[in-house]
Structures are given as structure tokens and as C-alpha cells.
Nanobody
């Protein structure tokens, strides 16, 4: 069955870095839009970044452009989210998600567009 397992979360100080990983199994990884979302308490789940694993094109939320980088390793079926210059407002539970088509610029950030989800990994940034 499809599984997405996130790891790499933790607590860092403002300005620090973390790298999240999402290990995928149970589907053809190289033909999916893989997204990273986050959700802070009381907030809606928001799209952070996405990558089309069939071609490596990437999309980012404005709030993380220039600080976060999404990438994939198709040999290992892993999607990464490198997070630099972290801010307290980046504090949230981070989720990996997958959907079996290209990432559309008009909808990659919409949670309902994704079929599969991981359990999440917590990121806490202190000031």
C-alpha cells in the first residue's frame, strides 16, 4: 500500500536549518507531484513547495522562496525539503503529500488535490 513517511523535524533557533525527508513506497514515485505542506495550530494546512518527480520542476509558496528548497532522489524514492534561515513563523507540523500527475501552478498548494499523505513531522523554531 502507499506509504509516505516524514522525518527530520526538530527544534532549532531562528536562522537555523533543517532538512526534512519523505520516504515513499507503494506507488510509481517518478510520476507524481510531491508536495510539502504545513499546518500550525489554529491555521489551515498550507502548501509550502512541490516538485514533479518526472521532470524536477519545482513550485514554492512566496513565504519560503529563497529559503526552502525541494528536491527528490528518484533512485531512493525520497523527497527532501531543505529549510534555511528558519523563522518562528515557520513553526508547524510539516506533511508530505502525493498525487499522480504533474504539479499545476494553479493548484499544487491546494491540500484537497492530493491523494496520499504522511503522518507529519514537527518543526519548531524559537526566537
Amino acid at each position: 500500500q502507499v506509504q509516505l513517511v516524514e522525518s527530520g523535524g526538530g527544534s532549532v533557533q531562528s536562522g537555523g536549518s533543517l532538512r526534512l525527508s519523505c520516504a515513499a513506497s507503494g506507488f510509481t514515485y517518478s510520476s507524481y507531484c510531491m508536495g510539502w505542506f504545513r499546518q500550525a495550530p489554529g491555521n489551515e494546512r498550507e502548501g509550502v513547495a512541490a516538485v514533479w518527480t518526472g521532470g524536477s520542476s519545482t513550485l514554492y509558496a512566496e513565504s519560503v522562496k529563497g529559503r526552502f528548497t525541494i528536491s527528490q532522489d528518484n533512485a531512493k524514492n525520497i523527497t527532501y525539503l531543505q529549510m534555511n534561515s528558519l523563522k518562528p513563523e515557520d513553526t508547524a507540523m510539516y506533511y508530505c503529500a502525493a498525487v499522480p500527475f504533474v504539479c499545476f501552478s494553479s493548484s499544487w498548494y491546494v491540500a484537497n488535490e492530493y491523494n496520499y499523505w504522511g503522518q507529519g513531522t514537527q518543526v519548531t523554531v524559537s526566537s
